[in-house]
């Protein structure tokens, strides 16, 4: 059994109660059921994954169960249309509570590919859609013809999104979407909602 207070931190960390945008729904889901000590059994659904090596980024399996109770993700798709773990790419709209449903985090591990377990071995991205995130500037929709030389296609797919990173600027990831890119910036680490 886990205690939902226990993964409380950590998901708000990551999810901060998000809610989706349905731009990748998958066609198939299952229902799991989550076990908390304090309120008792909560049902979630996941999708249908792929056939997965043990522990990879497709093994929904080893998801953290818990996590999927605290807000809904967009999920990423890797280069065979495998959904990808919310632990290896956690994706979310802001907070409803802060008013933030217009800003985007993205979750990835310290190393791409790789699940993360808190803040010591992942990075938080932040995309401030409408300039909702106060202290932050307004985060642009950039021309495609603006991609640096530097950007690399991770070959994570969400619908028409596609995932790449810059190799010269680790405090970006970039989210193109064909002929736009937005830069989710590395999240600052004050002044946001809990």
């Known amino acids: 059994m886990v205690s939902r ?3 409380a931190a950590l998901a708000l960390m990551i999810v901060t109660a998000a809610c989706s945008d349905g731009r990748a729904e998958p066609s198939a889901t299952t229902p799991i059921t989550v076990e908390f000590e304090d309120q008792g059994p909560f049902t979630v659904t996941r999708p249908v994954g792929c056939e997965a090596a043990p522990e990879s980024a497709t093994d929904l399996d080893a998801e953290p ?3 999927l109770a605290f807000g809904q993700y ?5 280069s065979e249309d495998c959904p990808v773990r919310v632990d290896v790419i956690a994706h979310t709209h802001g907070a409803e509570h802060c008013g933030w449903e217009a800003a985007e985090f993205i979750t990835l591990g310290a190393t791409l590919g790789e699940s993360f377990s808190s803040s010591l071995d992942s990075r938080r991205f932040v995309w401030n859609g409408e300039a909702v995130i ?3 500037e307004e985060s642009e929709v950039l021309p495609r013809s603006w991609l640096p030389a530097s950007a690399l296609d ?5 619908g028409d999104n596609e995932l790449w990173l810059d190799d010269a600027d680790p405090s970006v990831v970039l989210v193109i979407e ?3 890119v ?3 910036d590395l999240e ?5 909602c809990a």
């Open 65 to 67: 169960e818990p996590w």
């Open 178 to 180: 064909g002929g736009t």
């Open 74 to 78: 967009m999920r990423w798709f890797d």
């Open 182 to 184: 937005r830069v989710f």
């Open 188 to 192: 600052p680490t004050t002044g946001l």
């Open 154 to 158: 991770t070959g994570y797919r969400q």
């Open 134 to 136: 106060p202290g932050l």
């Open 5 to 7: 207070l226990g993964v």
